[in-house]
């Protein structure tokens, strides 16, 4: 994984391991996310940029914040995963190939 359990815990504040499989979950879907807009694995980096690792814990974070709100996932929301994801382009937009 790009970001281990045990940062994103830290990143998030959180002493507790009764959430270590929602918050192990949110890092593999966060890492998703950016190979989506990266277009290419993870996997290619030889080291990966910290810069990647900011956006696999800025997605973390907002995911686990809105967990519970079903309306965070609808596509057109303001301030929903969209935006999340307009957030993340503009963070990983340096290292973004033009196609797949």
């Given at each position: 994984m790009v970001v281990t359990l045990e940062e994103a815990k830290l990143y998030l504040r959180i002493d507790g391991d009764e959430e270590d499989a929602l918050i192990t979950n949110l890092i593999l879907t966060a890492q998703e996310i950016c190979e989506d807009i990266l277009r290419y694995p993870l996997s290619?980096?030889?080291?990966?940029?910290?810069?990647?690792?900011?956006?696999?814990?800025?997605?973390?974070?907002n995911m686990y914040e809105k967990r519970e709100g079903a309306h965070y996932y609808m596509k057109n929301e303001s301030g929903g995963i969209s935006e999340t994801i307009k957030v993340m382009k503009l963070i990983l937009g340096n290292l973004r190939r033009e196609s797949w």
């Open positions: 290619e980096f030889k080291e990966i940029p910290a810069v990647l690792r900011q956006a696999v814990l800025y997605c973390v974070a």
